[in-house]
């Protein structure tokens, strides 16, 4: 089947490829969050109901008709719009629905959504949503050449397909050690402002050091590890004063598993 790739130049000169998400891909997901918004929008209206079915009748329509409606309907559209907002942001550019369909948004320039592009893309969605039924939306995805809506030229975003693991029951040198660390990427929290904050340059520096520090000599490797741990650990705010070789070592490729979800696309 005919995949349509876009590339992408990094500001760090890196050409990337992304397989790009379609018309078809995007309204399934759109659908799930959908369903999701009509469930959690349903409860806000039966809790509503039940509040005010027990106050007496000329009280019940009074509020109503006033500050009841008129507080409802903002909650109602903070929860519809935010919903989109803050899953993209905070959620590395996937909302439950995309998360789903295997689809996620990012930059043009290859970086995660930043909190701005967020607000703007998804702010638009009032535009792609006119005249009815996302018409103006989807007929932007369909005719634009990179599937773009009117949110996404705007904000300088891309919709994208997540990167497929590739099936091969050997697991690499890195796997098996992870593994007989008993490593996993929850080990420690790391918010999800820090990872957003991490460039593709951080990811490159810590992929790299990965995949080669088991095949060092022990005095090239404590040194790696520590040239490592001096540039990372900072940012993402731990202190190494108190770890020895083993437990920094620990601790970056931690870092390594949490930063594989957010930069290892399929190219």
């Known amino acids: 089947m005919y995949e349509e790739r876009t590339e992408i130049k990094t ?98 320039n290859g970086h995660s959504i930043t909190l701005l592009s967020s607000f703007i893309r998804n702010l638009l969605r009032i535009i792609d949503s006119l005249p009815a039924g996302y018409f103006v939306g989807m007929m932007m995805i369909f005719f634009h050449s990179q599937h773009k809506r009117v949110g996404d030229f705007v904000a300088g975003t891309i919709v994208v397909h997540e990167r497929k693991e590739k099936k091969n029951n050997k697991s690499s040198a890195l796997e098996k050690e992870i593994e007989r660390r008993e490593i996993s990427k929850d080990d420690f929290i790391i918010e999800s402002w820090t990872l957003q904050s991490l460039e593709r340059k951080d990811w490159n520096l810590v992929n790299t050091y990965s995949q080669r520090f088991m095949q060092l000599p022990l005095p090239e490797r404590k040194q790696l590890t520590k040239n490592v741990a001096d540039i990372m650990l900072p940012k993402i705010g731990l202190e190494t004063a108190d770890k020895d070789d083993y437990d920094i070592e620990n601790t970056l490729l931690v870092l390594y598993l949490n930063l594989r979800e957010e930069w290892e696309f399929e190219l």
């Open 11 to 108: 500001p760090e000169f890196v050409s990337l490829q992304f397989q790009v998400a379609g018309l078809g891909s995007r309204t399934a997901a759109y659908i799930i969050d959908q369903l999701i918004l009509i469930v959690m929008n349903t409860l806000i209206l039966i809790v509503l109901f039940f509040i005010l079915i027990g106050r007496p009748t000329t009280q019940f329509l009074t509020e109503v008709t006033s500050l009841t409606i008129g507080i409802t309907i903002i909650v109602l559209f903070i929860i519809n719009w935010g919903y989109f907002f803050a899953f993209e942001y905070f959620s590395g550019g996937r909302t439950i629905g995309k998360k789903m369909i295997g689809i996620r948004v990012i930059q043009d």
